[in-house]
């Protein structure tokens, strides 16, 4: 038997989308490691019919678990408690020691500033010591508590409030009531695995997955997601422990058919991988469409100074010519977007830089500058490693300027990759 | 009368956090413009009970309008339009010109690929040419079709791809249907504008309001969102036309209160003041901790080669020195992060682009690499422009290692406007 379990996240501003979310995907996560099942998250404004609409909702999907989040301030659109005591049929009573414990929080907080008239702020947050008959209380991080309701006949519902360092701890208090465990006793482990590809179109993923279906026994026991993210194919696949043999047959038939697209088995992001084939490596970049794009993402990890040497962003061809030393009649001959610009950017920045790895990136973002023969999207690659011959590629991109220009910093990487990583 | 519309957003990789929804704020933000009330935004995965339950729960709440993201492709777990088909009562049929467009899409893509099984790519892609009967079909911008579904009796359905360069388009093309323009003939009209300021705390804009809120008459029938982003204070106000007179007197009230903070009137980025103020110059970076990020902004917009030279990413000492002529004796004197380092950054990019306009940031993003003296998150700037004074600023930026890196490119956004905008 497997627990199902729903989200509602409350607030016009999530609404809206002025304010991100962050505690939808937050609890996602927690859900997942204690094998629940999420089945929906709702986003509602700041109205009770809406949030009692969505409340009635997931009651009627069975789920066994309802998680809320938001709308437990001390203001008049902060309703959630209010509203969730009604669908629970419950009344709201004040708690009078949650209401002192609240008042000695608010007294810290304001202590030493000017202006505060503390018998307001106290009269606007007894409110929040109004909690439903029978509810667990869920003692606050800031100044809002939370509530836990459980009863037989309805899913139980954690109340949270919205910031998410408020909420995080008092999701794990949660967790330990008797409301959330007597929801969740019936769940199910699950595992989950994710595999990385490079190269391979959506499609002929697609066929493989058929042929999967066929193939291995048990496969429909495997629950498999992909997405297509930087022109890369993520694979995610949960499973129950006993479909373990499935999972490893399908690994197993992704590496057969795929060898050279499959590049990560246990999650690990390319940037992982060149990252650590770096360690004891010094690099450096010439750029031209990207505009420092590769060098800004070899920059994003703590530590990256040990390796990244810098980067030449040559977006003239005067800057090709004077700070990377490409031959100007290379340019004239070949155009700036050619497999041989492409390996005297890399190699002069390898020569700049006194570094042992470079690459140059040199193409047509558009949307202006394609022709013909060579359309927006082009874009030519070096890649130089000391001591060996330069690598050129040349792709035709996707995508508008800012696709083309990240799946180039994207295919960089994996050109990185798979040099370093040969022997 | 007002018009509600609901957002269903499908797919397991957003359910579970793994991929970040876009399209729901962003699809908020149109239904805002358009006047359209947003009453619920719904997640579920890639399953056809649970998409089918938020279609039922949606066209109970009474809404006009449901938009579905995501879901579209070729694979198994794309069910968004079957779903939606039988939810509409409606059969699917093979539209026989929509698989050869999107069969014309997919040659153009594999073309010169090697390897590919162009068949098997059209046999997986056939699905996505299968449409419900009496659907308004909204062209592939990738190569899934999106559909439009308008009846009597149900709410009309925009089904749209999950990849937002995808989704974008679409959405224009399907509001111009007759499906949409029906379920949103009752809006309200609504004017939206925004105002941007940079370095006043969201505290300060706090207290303005409040002052709007007692000294404007009407200030009650503006509806505001502020929302502080990249170092920026956004302010978003939705007003009914009759409400102009008060909107101006917010305005007015700003610029008084602010006229240093307040940069924008009419939405504009410093983006796009900055791209306006550079026509006819010649700009180069050197980056230290931004490692790119500046060049590559600078770089974001089509055009952005007739003023952009280039830069150079000098993430190591020797690179400041060997490429931007840094004298070693200042590095050594004064720390690589300081203000005459980044003057000399700053001065040689000047010099060595034979540019008229350059910047140089050198800073300390953290984790590591702080002091008592220089914390994580001092950052310095140099502004270079040629026959003036050369402008440096020292500033402490908050956040983590990403965030310091994106707030000193704002920055430095900002002080080049300043530069560049003061006679």
Redesign the interface.
């Known amino acids: 038997m497997s627990v199902r379990a729903g989200i509602v996240v409350t607030g016009t501003?999530v609404?809206?989308?002025?304010?991100?979310d962050l505690n939808?995907?937050?609890l996602?996560?927690r859900l997942?490691e204690l094998g629940v099942e999420?089945?929906?998250?709702?986003?509602?404004?700041d109205?009770a019919d809406?949030l009692t609409?969505?409340l009635v909702?997931l009651a009627?999907?069975q789920v066994d678990l309802i998680i809320t989040s938001g709308g437990l301030g001390p203001t008049a659109d902060d309703l959630t408690v209010a509203t969730v005591a009604q669908f629970y049929g419950r009344e709201l009573v004040l708690d009078t020691g949650l209401e002192q414990r609240i008042a000695d929080i608010l007294r810290r907080l304001t202590a030493g500033r000017q202006g505060v008239d503390f018998d307001a702020v106290l009269a606007a947050n007894r409110k929040q010591a109004m909690v439903p008959v029978g509810a667990q209380i869920l003692e606050p991080v800031g100044t809002a508590p939370g509530v836990v309701l459980h009863s037989e006949h309805l899913p139980t519902v954690v109340v949270l409030p919205g910031p998410p360092r408020e909420l995080q701890p008092m999701w794990a208090t949660a967790v330990a009531t008797d409301g959330v465990q007597q929801a969740i006793a019936g769940r199910t482990e699950y595992r989950q695995q994710t595999v990385r590809m490079f190269g391979l179109?959506?499609?002929?993923?697609?066929?493989t997955?058929?042929d999967a279906q066929s193939q291995i026994t048990g496969f429909d026991r495997l629950?498999?997601?992909?997405?297509?993210?930087r022109g890369e194919l993520?694979i995610?696949t949960r499973y129950e422990p006993e479909a373990a043999d499935s999972y490893t047959a399908l690994v197993d038939l992704l590496r057969e058919r795929h060898p050279r697209e499959l590049f990560s088995e246990d999650g690990t992001l390319v940037d992982d991988q060149v990252a650590g084939l770096l360690a004891g490596r010094t690099i450096a970049?010439a750029?031209s469409?990207?505009?420092?794009?590769?060098?800004?993402r070899?920059?994003?990890r703590?530590?990256?100074?040990a390796y990244?040497?810098?980067?030449?962003?040559?977006?003239?061809n005067?800057?090709k010519i004077?700070?990377l030393g490409v031959d100007g009649a290379l340019i004239a001959q070949h155009g700036a977007v050619s497999e041989p610009v492409a390996r005297a950017m890399a190699e002069g920045a390898l020569a700049?830089?006194?570094a042992d790895t470079a690459v140059g990136i040199t193409g047509i973002a558009?949307?202006?500058g394609g022709t013909a023969e060579k359309p927006v999207g082009t874009v030519c690659f070096g890649v130089a490693v000391a001591g060996r011959d330069t690598v050129v590629r040349t792709l035709?991109l996707?995508?508008?300027?800012?696709?083309v220009?990240e799946r180039s910093t994207t295919v960089a990487m994996h050109l990185l990759r798979q040099e370093l990583g040969r022997p």
Do not use: K, N
């Open positions: 501003e609404l809206t989308g002025r304010v991100r939808g995907p937050w996602a996560d997942l999420l089945a929906h998250i709702t986003q509602c404004g109205r809406d609409a969505q909702f009627g999907q179109p959506e499609s002929g993923l697609a066929e997955l058929r629950e498999i997601t992909t997405c297509l993210r993520e995610v970049t750029e469409c990207t505009a420092g794009l590769l060098a800004a070899l920059a994003d703590a530590g990256s100074s990244l040497a810098g980067g030449v962003v040559s977006y003239s005067d800057a004077e700070l700049r830089f006194g558009g949307p202006g035709r996707p995508g508008d300027r800012s696709d220009r």
